[in-house]
């Protein structure tokens, strides 16, 4: 699933290619996503400009200047721009060509993806207005999760993975944030302290940020002859790596299910109630 790094990622990848370009052509092959397209959105797009590429969690904006498209690519959705008319492949879902002739196209094998259309503030839209604060600000910190933690006995992982809370931190970052902090994953969230989560934001800042960077390295992939987007291959030191040695102490790392997610944790080095031991 892509995550918020994916998504930024995919945000930089398009951006310069689309960027004050006018749409001049819209292709919809499908409809029915989870939910669906606008039936009249081919026609509402021609001759848009797209002033710029936003991201809010993991919803891309295509803001132009009547309005807005909101997009989410679900599990298994991505953006890719194609620098000539390129035959669809059976998941290739839309496509939307510029003056610039470049295309923009959206595959979504499992179709969990968004592809809307909103002339209100897209910020206002009732997909995005209930959103928690983004990660990478600095809204997100130590004091704010101990404030919203209050009264909260939900292990903090699930809490890091609440986009009411913060948006857009998924397991595989949960995890490896949980890890970096030395935070056992099923610490009830309201008993960790200020200074705990301080640095539970401050790891969750850095391996977003590390991602990206990653993902910016790979840019150069995200026009090829596929057009298939360049995501990264992740460097993850708990995720996915469930009875392997743990990369600080050599334990074999536990796996183990929060809130239906499975988890993978050291158990030396992720305490519920002391600091991890240097
Ligand atoms: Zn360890």
């Given at each position: 699933?892509?995550?918020?790094?994916?998504?930024?990622?995919?945000?930089r990848g398009i951006l310069p290619h689309?960027?004050?370009?006018?749409?001049?052509?819209?292709?919809?092959?499908?409809?029915?996503?989870?939910?669906?397209?606008?039936?009249?959105?081919?026609?509402?797009?021609?001759?848009?400009?797209?002033?710029?590429?936003?991201?809010?969690?993991?919803?891309?904006?295509?803001?132009?200047?009547?309005?807005?498209?909101?997009?989410?690519?679900?599990?298994?959705?991505?953006?890719?721009?194609?620098?000539?008319?390129?035959?669809?492949?059976?998941?290739?879902?839309?496509?939307?060509?510029?003056?610039?002739?470049?295309?923009?196209?959206?595959?979504?094998?499992?179709?969990?993806?968004?592809?809307?259309?909103?002339?209100?503030?897209?910020?206002?839209?009732?997909?995005?207005?209930?959103?928690?604060?983004?990660?990478?600000?600095?809204?997100?910190?130590?004091?704010?999760?101990?404030?919203?933690?209050?009264?909260?006995?939900?292990?903090?992982?699930?809490?890091?993975?609440?986009?009411?809370?913060?948006?857009?931190?998924?397991?595989?970052?949960?995890?490896?944030?949980?890890?970096?902090?030395?935070?056992?994953?099923?610490?009830?969230?309201?008993?960790?302290?200020?200074?705990?989560?301080?640095?539970?934001?401050?790891?969750?800042?850095?391996?977003?940020?590390?991602?990206?960077?990653?993902?910016?390295?790979?840019?150069?992939?995200?026009?090829?002859?596929?057009?298939?987007?360049?995501?990264?291959?992740?460097?993850?030191?708990?995720?996915?790596?469930?009875?392997?040695?743990?990369?600080?102490?050599?334990?074999?790392?536990?796996?183990?299910?929060?809130?239906?997610?499975?988890?993978?944790?050291?158990?030396?080095?992720?305490?519920?109630?002391?600091?991890?031991?240097?």
């Open positions: 699933m892509p995550e918020l790094p994916e998504v930024e990622t995919t945000r689309i960027e004050k370009q006018t749409i001049v052509k819209v292709i919809i092959r499908e409809y029915r996503f989870r939910w669906l397209v606008p039936s009249h959105l081919a026609k509402i797009l021609l001759g848009r400009k797209i002033i710029n590429v936003e991201r809010r969690a993991k919803y891309l904006l295509l803001v132009t200047h009547e309005g807005t498209i909101i997009i989410h690519l679900g599990m298994s959705g991505s953006l890719s721009i194609l620098l000539e008319p390129t035959p669809p492949k059976k998941h290739d879902h839309i496509d939307i060509t510029f003056s610039n002739n470049k295309i923009l196209r959206f595959t979504d094998p499992r179709r969990f993806g968004a592809f809307l259309w909103t002339e209100e503030n897209p910020h206002q839209h009732e997909l995005l207005q209930h959103l928690g604060v983004e990660p990478l600000t600095k809204n997100f910190t130590g004091r704010y999760l101990y404030l919203s933690a209050k009264n909260r006995k939900a292990p903090i992982k699930s809490f890091l993975m609440d986009n009411k809370i913060v948006t857009g931190i998924g397991n595989i970052y949960a995890t490896e944030a949980l890890f970096a902090a030395g935070i056992h994953p099923a610490t009830p969230a309201n008993s960790l302290t200020i200074e705990r989560l301080d640095k539970l934001v401050k790891a969750s800042k850095e391996i977003l940020r590390q991602a990206i960077k990653r993902g910016g390295t790979t840019l150069k992939d995200f026009v090829n002859s596929d057009g298939k987007p360049g995501y990264f291959s992740n460097q993850l030191k708990v995720y996915g790596r469930a009875g392997q040695p743990c990369v600080a102490c050599q334990t074999s790392l536990h796996l183990m299910q929060i809130g239906q997610r499975s988890t993978v944790y050291c158990k030396k080095c992720q305490s519920k109630l002391h600091p991890r031991k240097r």
